[in-house]
């Protein structure tokens, strides 16, 4: 790989060598993280402050350490490592190192999208370079597009059965299929399911990239509905429709959504 500036953060020459980088290792595998805590131990700026073996556990490091670094597993059982980095679209000041088992090929558009990766199996000198593009750099994390990575990881592999969403107070873990609709205000989506609702601190565009464009279609700006949730659509005037779900829930079809709405149900 020709890209060895994967983090475009804002460049420090004069970045202090004693500074000490909280560290998180997220993976499903014990031994895996072991190793990667072991190879670790070889670099004394940075400190390895916790170990998570799902995103569930990897959500509450993250809110209780703040680490500055964190070594993402991208496949784990029932909630991989795409649903973790979802929910960090706002913390610029984490970066992110996806571990992963694909070949070059499959994540380039990692490397696209400003974030560095480690290819299983790696060694003690493909780690070093990784730490030392960090160390190079300090800052903020540029606005790296979470969405598209997730979109081109999705792409490639599949869409998840749950998807996991941080919610005030609490980490909330729902079956796809549960979703009856999503609805956005600015950064905030609420999700709502057949007995209760509960927001998000994401972007739609960002819950939209987890998602099964097939089953779930946005229908305007500020809502996605999952389409077995549609009851009737009813043509109001000029082009306009509104959709009625199972549940009583009345949305309008916006008429820059239309063609891709009739789309999935085709």
């Known amino acids: 790989m020709s890209n060895d500036n ?14 000490v980088h909280d560290v998180l290792v997220v ?12 190879f670790l131990q070889d670099h004394k700026d940075f400190r390895v402050v916790a170990q998570a073996q799902n995103g569930i556990e990897a959500l509450e490091c993250i809110e209780k350490h703040s680490p500055a670094l964190v070594f993402l597993d991208i496949q784990m059982p029932l909630l991989d490592g795409m649903s973790v980095a979802s929910n960090l679209e706002y913390n610029k000041n984490i970066a992110i190192v996806f571990v992963t088992g694909f070949n070059e090929y499959a994540i380039k558009a990692f490397e696209l999208n400003a974030v560095d990766y480690l290819l299983k199996p790696y060694d003690k000198g493909r780690l070093a370079k990784t730490l030392t593009r960090f160390r190079e750099f300090t800052g903020t994390i540029s606005e790296y597009n979470i969405p598209k990575i997730i979109q081109d990881y999705r792409a490639e592999q599949h869409f998840p059965e749950k998807l996991l969403f941080k919610s005030e107070g609490a980490i909330e873990v729902v079956s796809a299929q549960e979703i009856q609709w999503i609805e956005s205000s600015g950064n905030y989506v609420k999700v709502c399911l057949e007995r209760t609702a509960f927001i998000a601190r994401q972007t739609i565009t960002t819950v939209q990239s987890q998602l099964d464009p097939e089953q779930f279609v946005r229908v305007r700006r500020t809502h996605i509905v999952n389409k077995n949730e549609v009851a009737t659509v009813d043509h109001i005037s000029k082009g306009d429709y509104e959709i009625t779900l199972k549940c009583g829930t009345k949305l309008r079809l916006s008429r820059g ?3 891709r709405f009739f789309e999935v149900f085709s």
């Open 257 to 259: 959504y239309k063609t």
């Open 6 to 19: 994967s983090f475009e953060l804002t460049k420090n020459p004069d970045h202090q060598k004693n500074v």
């Open 27 to 38: 993976d499903d595998e014990p031994a895996a993280r072991q190793k990667l805590i072991l």
